[in-house]
């Protein structure tokens, strides 16, 4: 699976959108890119998850870029509850292949009061 | 709540013991996998089941098994306890054997003294 690199950490003002950017310039054609977070040593949280088009669920919205190089993850309002460190992942789509998610260090979203 | 649950939360032994952790995954979710997290080696994947059967193994020590039992839960058996295994451990649940969206339970605190 492709590497990812975030940022180590990010403020950001409580009820202010969070963007949370992803590199991912090794990514390959089969690979989706997915978005979990961890708060405080609870399991991680899946967020979002996509291939090539934007995506939105309840939570949050997916950014790729075209070339699908890098992606933004999108908190539109985010509160205090949303302090966690978020992960994002870059997982084949190719049967045979790795099955599990490879965790890097993700980035330490603190949202401020 | 994800629907994956784990016994117990917390778990506290002394080195050289067994210890045998407990996961439920999501109705309908026929995948299981164990992940280990400790503080200075962030998630690590350790084995995967689909329906009764090992398909993926990553780095699970010897001293370390699984099983995936007809109602399709999971044991993780974790034996001749090191102070280095005091650890978080959490147990994901998909519906596939690949691609699928894990989902996390809440994980069981692993204590070693």
């Known amino acids: 699976d492709a590497k990812t690199t975030q940022p180590p950490s990010m403020d950001c003002a409580e009820g202010r959108a969070a963007n949370l950017p992803c590199n991912h310039s090794?990514?390959?054609?089969?690979?989706?890119v997915y978005w979990y977070r961890q708060i405080h040593s609870q399991g991680p949280q899946y967020i979002i998850h996509?291939?090539?088009n934007n995506e939105t669920n309840e939570m949050a919205s997916l950014i790729i870029t075209e070339d699908r190089k890098s992606s933004t993850l999108i908190l539109p309002h985010a509160t205090l509850r949303d302090t966690a460190v978020y992960y994002c992942?870059?997982?084949?789509?190719?049967?045979?292949?790795?099955?599990?998610?490879?965790f890097g260090s993700g980035t330490q979203l603190t949202v401020l009061p | 709540d994800s629907g994956v649950t784990q016994t117990p939360k917390h778990l506290i032994t002394a080195t050289g013991q067994r210890v045998t952790l407990r996961c439920s995954p999501r109705?309908?979710?026929?995948?299981v996998y164990w992940y280990q997290q400790s503080l200075d080696q962030g998630l690590q994947f350790l084995i995967q089941?689909?329906?009764?059967?090992?398909?993926a193994k990553g780095n699970i020590l010897e001293r370390f098994s699984a099983q995936q039992f007809p109602d399709l839960h999971s044991e993780l058996n974790l034996s001749s306890l090191e102070l280095g295994d005091s650890a978080l451990y959490f147990c994901?649940?998909?519906?596939?054997?690949?691609?699928?969206?894990?989902?996390f339970g809440p994980g069981t605190r692993l204590t070693v003294l």
């Open positions: 994901a649940s998909s519906v596939g054997p690949v691609v699928d969206t894990q989902y």
């Open positions: 992942i870059v997982r084949t789509t190719v049967s045979g292949s790795a099955r599990q998610l490879t």
């Open positions: 089941y689909y329906n009764g059967e090992e398909r």
């Open positions: 090794t990514i390959s054609g089969n690979e989706y």
């Open positions: 109705s309908g979710d026929l995948s």
């Open positions: 996509g291939l090539k």
